[in-house]
């Protein structure tokens, strides 16, 4: 079966990265179906794309926390054809300090930035498998790449992402099912707001303009910005007794 | 999650004073509600920063980001109904009404600015005489007070906090979200005539006869002295529609509602002192009294050159330098207008303040916000070089014989004004200062201008 060539799944469409790619969508006539914690606020983001682009936005709700909410995803995403991309953007860094002394905050890290994520794929699975051409785009963080101490949890949950996004693109391409997983740097978003220094940080709209691009181009990994590749493989070229010894960043 | 806060450099448009400091930047309006009952520092309200007065900074509080709040709600394309959230910036506004044949009933002369700053204003545009102010052509807003609550007002529902919120400079709380009435157009084009006036009296003489036009506006020499002082071009301006589009370019019939993106000029530095001296300045204004009193034939402008001239070089509010600019705008009743005008052109003539943009208009009658700007008779706005301490007493004296006029100062682009003549200028200040004391009796909301004026 064909997935619906003009269609995109966002989850987390309210993050500011994923306001910006539903808008590229839009942009493009594409019909968007969104997906979202908050439901007033992607109440808001679907009334303004709907007069902007005059495009099919659909709604539907997703925790990360919580297991169930996968299933009624998927349910409700049964009943209509299968899209023909589907991002997932949900991650929260937390607030490292708190949780890693929280047995509760530490699990909810985990669960937001890698459970949420797998929990949705394996519930679609079966439809993905089903939709040769369908591309899963997965969202992870340059923080993956190597743990930092200011904040483990977060950074495990990314790499483990990024393993689970290597099985699964290897399980996937005989199926003719892509599997894109993005390294995304510093954007400027409610999560890194006041956080970040502003010369590192890009802005949504060119964050998702490039993560477009990646995807249409059927990239496999992809560092955006493009200056983290050199800047991420010299950290990992760091050896460990090294690495262990310098100041906290 | 909590609301951060960045420290950014924040000025207003005329840059007097340019400060660091904090700013919060909400991506909805329940978060702003859960944050303003809890906040410990004062909050100043802000859209795109381009009020030219100290109204946008406050160096000794926190600032509200409202440009993420940059949803349209619903648009009704019948009636040209558009309701949106307060961040929206006229940009945005037109570039989705207008090609569908609306156009804001009323508009500053930037479209820069987010629907909310141009309530919290009341900016009035070139069609004031005919249309009023922004204020009067919004339906309905929701205003989150400082206990977090969400007061749905408009001028048939809690009336009083509309008006109050109307030219209310950002003290009764954060508009979040905004209904107004959009104006019917035919085209993207605009019937445009200049004519040009020998001097200030011919001026204000054709301004009162031409006060049937849809929008007119004057733009004076304000360097020019003796039998031409107040020499300038009266710019008339009507929506054109199909058939004066067939008769002037019979082209633009196939495609009427064409947009023009804003262009990307910039000021990248801030030019040497000389650039806008009193030399450079007289010879900017007689080229441009010479190029624009040539042509006196009706023409079509499009809506971007004729609405919005000083949005095509963005930063242009660095041409005075870094000190940056005073921008000294006045209106003042329609019996001693005439007098009190020709006083200020003279004054400011003869002691070398002059302006690249000088600007006067005729304004119709006013609306019930106590704190609006706009009343019947005529407004001049001037920018000047910030100077000293003469430059201040010359301006000082300018305001005592506006207040005693009847007159005003604008305080949305003031930064100078003595807080003694507020209460003459404003006489419902105390009114509205005590309604707006109701609402947030913690004094949460509060801005630069507030403090230099004592406003509350």
């Not at chain 2, 951060?4 to 000025?11: A, G, I, K, P, Q």
């Not at chain 2, 007289?282 to 949005?311: C, E, G, I, K, M």
């Not at chain 2, 000047?384 to 006029?405: P, S, Y």
């Amino acid at each position: 079966m064909n997935p619906e060539p003009n269609a995109v799944l966002i989850i987390g469409s309210t993050s500011s990265v994923g306001q910006s790619l539903a808008a590229e969508y839009g942009r493009r006539g594409w019909r968007l179906i969104l997906a979202s914690r908050d439901r007033d606020f992607q109440a808001e983001e679907a009334a303004d794309l709907r007069i902007r682009y005059v495009v099919e936005v659909e709604e539907y709700s997703y925790n990360a926390e919580d297991p169930f909410s996968a299933k009624s995803l998927a349910n409700a995403l049964r009943t209509r054809m299968f899209p023909k991309k589907v991002f997932i953007l949900i991650g929260d860094p937390g607030n490292p300090e708190q949780d890693l002394n929280d047995a509760i905050a530490a699990i909810r890290v985990t669960q937001v930035n890698y459970v949420g994520a797998t929990a949705l794929v394996a519930e679609m699975l079966v439809q993905i498998e089903e939709h040769r051409g369908t591309q899963i785009i997965l969202i992870g963080s340059i923080a993956g790449i190597r743990g930092r101490a200011s904040n483990p949890l977060y950074c495990a949950a990314k790499a483990a992402l990024e393993v689970f996004a290597q099985g699964l693109r290897q399980r996937l391409y005989r199926r003719g099912v892509g599997v894109l997983l993005v390294r995304l740097g510093y954007v400027d978003s409610r999560m890194s707001y006041g956080l970040t220094a502003p010369f590192l940080t890009l802005s949504p709209g060119k964050a998702a303009r490039q993560i477009i691009h990646a995807a249409e181009a059927g990239r496999d990994v992809v560092f955006i910005p493009n200056w983290w590749l050199p800047a991420m493989l010299t950290l990992r070229l760091i050896p460990e007794w090294l690495w262990k010894r310098l100041p906290p960043f | 999650m909590n609301l951060r806060s960045r420290v950014e450099t924040l000025y207003p448009w005329a840059l007097r004073p340019t400060i660091r400091a904090p700013v919060y930047r909400p991506d909805t309006s329940r978060e702003i509600a859960a944050f303003l009952p809890s906040a410990q520092v004062e909050i100043t309200p802000r859209g795109a920063g381009t009020a030219y007065g100290d109204i946008c900074v406050n160096p000794c509080g926190s600032h509200l980001s409202l440009l993420r709040l940059d949803k349209f709600l619903e648009f009704d394309k019948e009636q040209g109904i558009l309701t949106c959230q307060g961040g929206v910036t006229l940009n945005e506004v037109i570039n989705l009404v207008l090609p569908q044949g609306w156009f804001p009933a009323v508009s500053p002369g930037t479209a820069q600015s987010t629907v909310g700053g141009c309530m919290a204003c009341d900016a009035h545009g070139k069609n004031h005489h005919i249309r009023g102010s922004f204020a009067m052509t919004v339906k309905g807003m929701k205003l989150l007070t400082s206990d977090g609550q969400t007061h749905e007002c408009s001028p048939e529902q809690e009336a009083d906090l509309f008006w109050a919120t109307a030219g209310g400079l950002g003290q009764t709380g954060v508009i979040t979200q905004l209904t107004i009435q959009l104006a019917k157009v035919e085209s993207s084009w605009i019937k445009t005539r200049n004519i040009p006036t020998r001097d200030l009296e011919e001026t204000l003489a054709l301004i009162d006869e031409h006060a049937d036009a849809t929008y007119s506006v004057s733009w004076i020499d304000s360097l020019a002295r003796g039998r031409h002082m107040g020499r300038g071009i009266i710019m008339l301006g009507e929506h054109a529609t199909m058939e004066d589009l067939l008769r002037q370019n019979p082209t633009l019939c196939d495609r009427p509602f064409e947009l023009r993106k804003a262009t990307s000029l910039f000021l990248p530095f801030f030019p040497p002192p000389w650039a806008s001296n009193t030399f450079a300045l007289r010879f900017f204004n007689a080229v441009y009294y010479r190029a624009h009193s040539r042509s006196s034939q009706t023409r079509l402008t499009n809506y971007r050159s004729f609405f919005y001239p000083l949005d095509s070089v963005k930063s242009w509010n660095r041409i005075y330098g870094r000190r940056g600019f005073i921008e000294y705008q006045v209106a003042v009743p329609l019996r001693n207008g005439r007098e009190i005008c020709l006083e200020i052109c003279e004054t400011l003539s003869r002691t070398g303040n002059g302006s690249f943009l000088a600007v006067i208009k005729r304004m119709g009658p006013g609306n019930p916000g106590p704190m609006s700007f706009p009343i019947e008779g005529y407004t001049l706005a001037i920018d000047m070089r910030a100077g000293w301490d003469e430059q201040a007493k010359i301006l000082d004296g300018l305001d005592r014989l506006v207040a005693e006029a009847g007159g005003r100062v604008y305080l949305v682009k003031d930064s100078r004004v003595d807080s003694r003549w507020i209460d003459t200028m404003y006489p419902r200040r105390r009114e509205w200062a005590e309604f707006v004391a109701r609402h947030d009796p913690r004094g949460l909301f509060s801005s630069n201008l507030v403090h230099r004026l004592n406003l509350r």
